[in-house]
Nanobody, 132 residues
Framework: WQLVERGGGTVQPGGSLRLSCEAS????????IGWFRQAPGKEREAIAC?????????????AESMKGRFTISRDNANAKNLVYLEMNDLKSEDAAVYFC?????????????????????WGQGTRVIVSS
């Protein structure tokens, strides 16, 4: 299993970025996916998660401090197997390495978790720099 994050880079304060998480070796449709980030000198923190798309209802959850500016979504069209994190009105404190993660078990319920311990596979991360 492999997860690859893309879309990081340098953006000015107030700008936007869309990160993508592409999975290989497993169908992300059947698994919840989480986004996390780690700023220099800080612990990794949860941003958002999205449930498996195997259910009629898709569930998303956000860390309280991330609500409003971050949006997680899936793109399963044409077997793209992608999960996105849209980030708007970026601030200097959003500068970090952003990771996506997946658990090693198929979801049996339309839920997802915002705790690191619930995820077993992690990408290498993509760096976001917010600077004028």
């Amino acid at each position: 299993w492999q997860l690859v994050e893309r879309g990081g880079g340098t953006v000015q304060p107030g700008g936007s970025l869309r990160l993508s998480c592409e999975a290989s070796g497993f169908p992300t449709d059947d698994y919840a996916i989480g986004w996390f980030r780690q700023a220099p000198g800080k612990e990794r923190e949860a941003i958002a998660c999205i449930s498996s798309s195997s259910f009629s209802t898709q569930f998303t959850d956000y860390a309280e401090s991330m609500k409003g500016r971050f949006t997680i979504s899936r793109d399963n069209a044409n077997a793209k197997n992608l999960v996105y994190l849209e980030m708007n009105d970026l601030k200097s404190e959003d500068a970090a390495v952003y990771f996506c993660a997946a658990p090693d078990t198929i979801s049996f319920h339309p839920t997802c978790a915002l705790t690191e311990a619930d995820y077993d596979y992690w990408g290498q991360g993509t760096r976001v720099i917010v600077s004028s």
